[in-house]
């Protein structure tokens, strides 16, 4: 497995390097001075060229290209211009409020879209099934800023019971355990429609597995010797079902963040989702390159270890 790990490392080198040199070029070539966005538009001719030469910006896009990437390997991500401050400090920093969001909400789509799973199964084609199947289908087709924006409007505005936005009350300045909970108060809305965003496909892949289970053999036997339907569903046929599953959550990260980014900027959510849009809109190129940089590498690695965890599952997979 070691092996078969860092060949796939290996593999994926190219393919992250692609993606960077994709992002820069694209990136760079889109309408919008970033000078012109942090000056302002009252400088004369002679301030904007020091501005660039002083970023080097005066440079053709190709030689910047080499020595993005080149800084890139020696792990130099660019100055932010709009921060004033190394692009991977200010991503650092707002790297914990959305993985503070994008861990439950994973964690909560898993079990939840899961469990719909078994009890649609568990009676498939009967009325709760086809009930379960178009929540499923509402929840993935319905956009994440539309259900974010109708928690908000509800929960918010009309019960008033969960805060508006932000990560904390300052008008409060909590500290200790009650920091905790004025955290965990405000991130219910967000985390939640990430997790309905995300819940979806997964119950619906997990389903159909769970169904095409029940005509397997095994599965045949255990009914014939008295398990109930459902038992034999969770303690058997599941595991088998995980497989899909994993596949559909590792493919989902890329989703994830992007949904992070809409979600964040309902929410006013201070992670990464929104300093990626704030950042696109300054033309702050080094915060931008650096996070699709990371959302390239986060999804490369999420396929790894789906690959991996395919042998914990499947005791058949075999590493070679």
């Known amino acids: 497995m070691v092996r078969y790990g860092l060949r796939r490392v290996a593999q994926a080198v190219p393919l992250v390097l692609g993606a960077v040199v994709i992002t820069f070029v694209l990136i760079h070539l889109a309408p919008g001075d970033p000078i012109v966005a942090l000056a302002g538009e009252d400088g004369d001719a002679e301030y904007y060229a020091r501005m660039r030469e002083r970023f080097g910006l005066d440079k053709s896009i190709w030689a910047r290209l080499v020595i993005y990437v ?28 959305t993985m503070l969001l994008l861990v439950p909400a994973v964690v909560i ?11 649609a199964a568990s009676r ?5 099934d086809a009930l379960l199947s178009s929540v499923a289908i509402s929840g993935q087709v319905i956009p994440v800023f539309w259900s974010a924006q109708l928690l908000l409007l509800l929960f918010s505005v009309r019960l008033g019971i969960l805060p508006v936005q932000g990560m904390t009350d ?92 809409l979600t964040e900027t309902v929410f006013a959510w201070p992670g990464l989702g929104r300093l990626l849009l704030t950042s696109m809109l300054a033309r702050d190129y080094a915060i931008i390159t650096s996070m699709f940089l990371m959302i390239s590498i986060a999804i490369v690695g999420s396929n790894l270890v789906v690959d991996l965890l395919y042998a914990r599952f499947d005791p058949r997979v075999r590493y070679e």
């Open 70 to 97: 080149g800084a890139v390997f020696s792990g130099d991500l660019g100055f932010s211009y709009r921060n004033s401050r190394p692009a991977v400090d200010v991503i650092l920093e707002h790297l914990p409020a």
């Open 109 to 119: 789509a898993g079990l939840v879209g899961t469990g719909l799973a078994l009890i």
């Open 124 to 128: 498939p084609h009967g009325k709760l």
């Open 170 to 261: 300052v008008r409060a300045n909590p500290s200790g355990w009650a920091a905790v909970w004025d955290t965990s108060r405000h991130m219910v809305l967000p985390v939640t429609a990430l997790a309905i965003q995300f819940m979806a496909p997964i119950a619906r892949v997990a389903r159909s597995r769970l169904i095409e289970e029940l005509s397997e053999p095994y599965i045949v036997t255990a009914r014939a010797k008295g398990v109930s339907r459902f038992t034999v569903l969770r303690r058997h046929a599941l595991r088998n079902a995980m497989l899909s599953v994993i596949t559909v959550v590792g493919a989902q990260v890329g989703f994830m963040l992007s949904g992070a980014v």
